[in-house]
Structures are given as structure tokens and as C-alpha cells.
């Protein structure tokens, strides 16, 4: 079955102590991206891979790190995390990025994180 | 960056009913997306309608690219239809959406 999958999909954690979160697709796509959803801010974009080894930042990408060693792969780290960090992540693959043309976006189950 | 405005923000209405979503952008824009989002957090992709209309079931969208939005219609409403409808959009050249805040559809049955 064709998936995007996230882990782990509940975390609550203390202001300070590192975290990643996993992110795995199984359809061989180039693009992907971390999202995180606020109550009123909808999903804003905070890294972007177009393929292996390139990352890039998207409008909110303070406080966090990407890698994109594999290409099914795209975890997302928070090395010190804060209060301001809880939110609900999401993880996205498509095919490819090609300006103005649209691949399917295919998004994870989410990640609902809580720094205490 | 570019705006993208979403509404109404909340709509809630009977089964059966038919609704109307609006998502207006700043500016010009070579890729828009309708994407749904279940009551579990499920998204999903619903359109992709840089212009023009596009019909899939009980759902279609209508992109109107020189005045900047688009429209999402459901009609005959299902319990099932309900959750956040997002629009998002791409800014020629970025290699990126950017969403809307949403619409929370709640259909009463």
C-alpha cells in the first residue's frame, strides 16, 4: 500500500531535550516536505526536499533541522525543543515538484507534538 | 509572501444541503489545490484547479486565475463531507503551497 508513514504520532516532551521525528515513503517519490498546523494559521511549510541531499527552508524552519540522506526518508529534528514547538506535524511526498504543474500531495497521519 | 484568505471559517448545515467555499490569493498563482481534512487529521487531495472547472462526483471546483480565487461546491451534503477544507497555492516560481486558514464544514445529519 502506498503510504507515507510518521513516528511517532503522540510525543510529550520537556523544553530542551532533542527529539526526531521519522518520516518513511514507500512510492520512490523526489519531493518532500514538513508541515505544522495551528488552530487559525492552517499548515505552514517548514522544510522541503526536492531530492536526496537537497533540503530546503520553508516559511517557518526556526528551531528545526531536516536530513535527506535517503530518498524515502525526511526525518525532521527539534534539537532543543520549546513550548512554542507544540503543534501537530505533517510529513508530504509527491513524484516531483514541477513549478505549476501539481503532483498529488500524499501526507502522513500526523504527529501531535506537546514540549512542556 | 503571498495571502490566502479562506471563507466562510466555520459552516455548519444539514444533510442534503449544497455549500459553496471561497479561497481568494494576492497574487497570481500557477498551481492551486482543494485538499480535505478529516475529523482523525487525515488529509487529503481534492483538486488540483490552477483554472477552470473541474468536476468529481458530488464535489467540483472552479478557479477564476484573473481574480484571484476559487470555489469549492458540495453538493448533496453527507455527514462524511465533514472536516476542514484547505486551499493552498503556489506563487509562480516558488517551489512550494502556501495554505489557507481553512473552512470547518460540520454536517448535521
Known amino acids: 500500500e502506498a503510504q507515507v508513514t510518521q513516528n511517532p504520532r503522540y510525543l510529550i516532551t520537556v523544553t530542551g531535550k532533542k527529539l526526531t521525528v521519522t518520516c518513511s515513503q514507500n512510492m520512490n517519490h523526489e519531493y518532500m516536505s514538513w508541515y505544522r498546523q495551528d488552530p487559525g494559521l492552517g499548515l505552514r511549510q517548514i522544510y522541503y526536499?526536492?531530492?536526496?541531499?537537497?533540503?530546503d527552508k520553508g516559511d517557518v524552519p526556526e528551531g528545526y533541522k531536516v536530513s535527506r540522506k535517503e530518498k524515502r526518508n525526511f526525518p525532521l529534528i527539534l534539537e532543543s525543543p520549546s513550548p512554542n514547538q507544540t503543534s501537530l506535524y505533517f510529513c508530504a511526498s509527491s513524484l516531483a515538484w514541477t513549478s505549476g504543474y501539481s503532483y498529488e500531495q500524499y501526507f502522513g497521519p500526523g504527529t501531535r507534538l506537546t514540549v512542556t | 509572501g503571498i495571502q490566502v484568505e479562506q471563507s466562510p471559517p466555520d459552516l455548519i448545515l444539514q444533510e442534503g444541503a449544497n455549500s459553496t467555499l471561497r479561497c481568494n490569493f494576492s497574487d497570481s498563482v500557477n498551481n492551486l489545490q482543494w485538499f480535505h481534512q478529516n475529523p482523525w487529521g487525515q488529509l487529503i487531495n481534492l483538486f488540483y484547479i490552477p483554472s477552470g472547472t473541474k468536476q468529481n462526483g458530488r464535489l467540483s471546483a472552479t478557479t477564476v486565475a484573473t481574480e484571484r480565487y476559487s470555489l469549492l461546491y458540495i453538493s448533496s451534503s453527507q455527514t462524511t463531507d465533514s472536516g476542514v477544507y484547505f486551499c493552498?497555492?503556489?506563487?509562480?516560481?516558488?517551489?512550494?503551497?502556501?495554505f489557507g486558514t481553512g473552512t470547518r464544514l460540520t454536517i448535521i445529519p
Open positions: 526536499s526536492m531530492n536526496v541531499e537537497v533540503t
Open positions: 493552498a497555492v503556489e506563487r509562480f516560481g516558488n517551489e512550494k503551497l502556501t
